[in-house]
């Protein structure tokens, strides 16, 4: 099964990536977490994200998706895979229909993660503070000033994308806002189809 996870910073995206994977056993395909790796790693795309990515902005589409083009080729992701937080442009999203089409594969679905931008805030102050708890580092992006920045990026970048997939028949809405539990039930209710025909659809 191969999918994608579409929705603002603090949408569950990460949280519903990892549902999945235990669920399916495919693997979670992360774009924010493979560039934090390359940043602690000190890479040269780790190097050149850095800023970005603690300002809130978006890291090129050309260096992401050559790292996604890198990972999906991994023998790991040939069992499918639940790409968390790519695409976030429509070239990205253009790249990843070359990429896939190359290798003579589709998309499954595109679930989008729908909630009220007023409770990403409120749920980025639980990650941070949940993080600290832990004793675990905090994100740089994860303050006030960049998530304005990170959600900025979306409404103008990465919702587009909204469109872009609904319109190719992929696209499964669900609400973002229900307890995690409840929002993992949903995804694999909208899911059913796609299991039951053992099929790409759209
Ligand atoms: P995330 O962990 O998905 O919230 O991503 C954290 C940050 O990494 C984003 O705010 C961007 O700066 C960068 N990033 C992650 N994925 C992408 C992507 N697909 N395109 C561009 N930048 C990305």
């Given at each position: 099964m191969r999918?994608?996870?579409?929705?603002?910073?603090?949408?569950?995206?990460?949280?519903?990536?990892?549902l999945l994977v235990?669920?399916?056993g495919i693997v979670q395909l992360s774009t924010g977490d493979m560039l934090?790796?390359?940043?602690?790693?000190?890479?040269?795309?780790?190097?050149?994200?850095?800023?970005i990515m603690a300002r809130g902005d978006?890291?090129?589409?050309d260096v992401v998706v050559a790292i996604v083009a890198d990972r999906i080729d991994q023998p790991d992701a040939q069992n499918g895979f639940v790409l968390d937080g790519f695409p976030r442009t429509v070239p990205?999203?253009?790249?990843?229909?070359?990429?896939?089409?190359?290798?003579?594969?589709?998309?499954?679905?595109?679930?989008?993660?729908?909630v009220d931008e007023g409770i990403l805030l409120k749920r980025i102050e639980n990650r941070v503070a949940e993080l600290k708890r832990k004793g675990e580092?905090?994100?740089p992006d994860d303050n006030?000033?960049?998530?304005?920045?990170?959600?900025?990026a979306y409404r103008r970048q990465t919702a587009p994308?909204?469109?872009?997939?609904?319109?190719?028949?992929?696209?499964?809405?669900?609400?973002?806002?229900?307890?995690?539990?409840?929002?993992?039930?949903?995804?694999?209710r909208v899911l059913g189809p796609v299991h039951e025909k053992g099929v790409a659809r759209g």
């Amino acid at each position: 099964m191969r999918l994608i996870l579409l929705g603002p910073p603090g949408a569950g995206k990460g949280t519903q990536a990892q549902l999945l994977v235990q669920k399916h056993g495919i693997v979670q395909l992360s774009t924010g977490d493979m560039l934090r790796a390359a940043i602690a790693a000190g890479t040269p795309v780790g190097q050149k994200a850095k800023d970005i990515m603690a300002r809130g902005d978006l890291v090129s589409d050309d260096v992401v998706v050559a790292i996604v083009a890198d990972r999906i080729d991994q023998p790991d992701a040939q069992n499918g895979f639940v790409l968390d937080g790519f695409p976030r442009t429509v070239p990205q999203a253009e790249a990843l229909d070359r990429l896939l089409a190359d290798k003579g594969l589709k998309l499954d679905a595109v679930i989008q993660l729908a909630v009220d931008e007023g409770i990403l805030l409120k749920r980025i102050e639980n990650r941070v503070a949940e993080l600290k708890r832990k004793g675990e580092p905090v994100r740089p992006d994860d303050n006030p000033e960049s998530l304005k920045i990170r959600l900025e990026a979306y409404r103008r970048q990465t919702a587009p994308l909204i469109d872009y997939y609904g319109k190719r028949g992929i696209l499964r809405t669900v609400d973002g806002m229900a307890p995690v539990q409840e929002v993992s039930a949903e995804i694999e209710r909208v899911l059913g189809p796609v299991h039951e025909k053992g099929v790409a659809r759209g």
